[in-house]
């Protein structure tokens, strides 16, 4: 894991930043920057299939962050997205719910295993672990691709990558910092990986890198968790990760159970 690490600090002095994100915002880089060392110029992403066909069109965020996007740039790559297409947008705005979410009798657990666990309180009940979103992505590949790659786990990139496993030696640099840093002010996620984001701001810290000043008061303004300069057209602070960047991070409740139609 030496050399992930190794990576993982270059990409904290990349995109100045300490975001947990960089777990896997680290992979997009190292390939990216692998494309561009063999000569290409414009990559292609999936970016924003998720948030446009996970549930229904009235789910879809107003503003999308892509760090795809922000990579490519600081690498000085083009990048194109077809699934941000203004005709793909509109379709997806389009369908309800039930369009892209149900639950299907299939071999393995879904991707939404941990997120719709709880819709066990359904009516009817629904059995967790099989509850499939994104069914018409899936369902414009029917007989192109197999089933069991149609209906495969997903795992987020910094599971698939394995990157995930950084977080305990974070977590172990963090620990025993984390109150003396909140008393100096800053803030981190109120998760069980609050001591990694405290271990990948030591890193930050040691780069010596620092949060981005305020410069225009009528375009930025101050992030409440690391201080640095704020866009005011996003809602995400690029330096910490902060979201919302104008207050301080809560603990996170559980979300609402959301009913979910039943397919065997």
């Not at 948030?51 to 962050?65: Q, R, V, W």
């Not at 005709?87 to 149900?102: C, G, H, P, S, T």
């Not at 305020?214 to 303004?221: L, P």
């Amino acid at each position: 894991m030496s050399d992930a690490r190794a990576f993982l600090e270059k990409t904290v002095s990349f995109m100045q930043s300490y975001d947990l994100g960089l777990l896997s915002d680290m992979v997009v880089y190292a390939c990216m920057e692998k494309a561009k060392e063999n000569g290409i110029t414009t990559v292609r992403t999936g970016d924003p299939a998720d948030e446009y066909f996970e549930m229904g069109g009235a789910d879809i965020p107003g503003k999308l962050h892509l760090q795809s996007e922000r990579i490519a740039t600081r690498l000085g790559l083009n990048i194109d997205h077809p699934y941000s297409k203004k005709e793909v947008r509109e379709i997806a705005q389009n369908l309800r719910r039930e369009d892209n979410m149900m639950y299907i009798n299939t071999d393995v657990p879904s991707d939404q295993y941990q997120q719709y666990e709880r819709s066990r309180s359904s009516e009817p009940p629904i059995e967790p672990g099989y509850v499939w979103t994104k069914l018409t992505l899936r369902r414009a590949v029917y007989g192109i691709l197999p089933n069991d790659v149609i209906y495969g786990m997903k795992a987020p990139l910094q599971y698939g990558a394995w990157t995930y496993k950084l977080t305990n030696g974070l977590n172990d640099d963090g620990e025993d910092s984390i109150l003396k840093l909140e008393q100096e002010g800053l803030s981190f996620w109120e998760t069980l990986d609050k001591g990694a984001h405290v271990g990948l701001y030591l890193i930050y810290k040691k780069a010596g890198l620092t949060p981005p000043l305020v410069m225009d008061a009528q375009t930025q303004y101050a992030c409440s968790w690391c201080a640095g300069a704020v866009e005011r057209s996003v809602d995400i602070c690029y330096t910490c990760g902060g979201n919302p960047p104008y207050e301080k991070p809560k603990i996170r409740s559980p979300g609402k159970d959301i009913k979910i139609r039943k397919v065997i």
